[in-house]
């Protein structure tokens, strides 16, 4: 995979963010299609993109933001996960998951061992996976998510993610996923808007 027009950010990147019910924004029908979608986001771009692939940022106990520990309903340090989906030799999406130390040592689910394998796939694979509602934020051209698709595209917009918690094995994990440039998701149109009726 070639990515020396991707170079590797310093982990960790992402910064908090105000996620919302997507109700509160105004989305085209394809950024509904891809910021509601329901099932795996990884097998999802293995069918639209080539060469799917993974790239670990980094994975280690921090200090969540004070809302992800909210959130989570945890007091103490979580296991934060970072990474890049790529399609096509070209990083989509940024992903951003935490769980607890716990979580990670559980041998059923297996996170240690991840490194650049997905994890949307691994929890997809689980019989017992329970997904919440899905939220979305708006992610500002200050977000360093949003500094760093600027760098690598030359293209200065407000992008967007969604985020969901996921429940298995009696662990709870929270998992957002932030749309870049390349990604199919801004193809159609580039407008949308905060409903101001909710």
Same mark, same amino acid.
């Given at each position: ?38 099932? !795996? +986001?990884?097998?999802?771009?293995? $069918? ?8 670990? /940022? %980094?994975? &280690?106990? #921090? ?33 951003? !998951? +935490?769980?607890?130390?716990?979580? $990670? ?8 061992? /991840? %490194?650049? &394998?997905? #994890? ?79």
């Amino acid at each position: 995979m070639t990515t020396e027009f991707y170079p590797t950010p310093a982990f960790p990147v992402s910064e908090a963010l105000q996620w919302s019910p997507p109700q509160q924004f105004e989305l085209t029908a394809e950024q509904a299609d891809w910021l509601l979608y329901e099932g !795996s +986001l990884t097998q999802r771009l293995k $069918e639209v993109g080539g060469n799917f692939s993974v790239k670990l /940022l %980094g994975q &280690q106990v #921090l200090e969540p933001t004070p809302e992800e520990k909210q959130r989570l309903n945890l007091n103490c340090n979580v296991v934060v996960r970072e990474v890049l989906l790529y399609c096509d030799k070209q990083p989509w999406v940024f992903a951003r !998951s +935490l769980f607890s130390p716990s979580a $990670e040592q559980a041998s059923t689910l297996n996170l240690q061992q /991840l %490194g650049n &394998q997905s #994890l949307g796939e691994s929890l997809f694979a689980r019989s017992d996976l329970h997904c919440g509602d899905i939220e979305v934020a708006a992610v500002g051209g200050d977000h360093p998510v949003a500094q760093l698709n600027q760098r690598w595209f030359q293209k200065s917009r407000t992008l967007l993610g969604r985020r969901r918690m996921f429940s298995t094995a009696g662990e709870q994990l929270l998992v957002s996923e932030i749309f870049l440039e390349p990604s199919s998701l801004y193809s159609a149109s580039e407008t949308f808007r905060r409903n101001k009726r909710s």
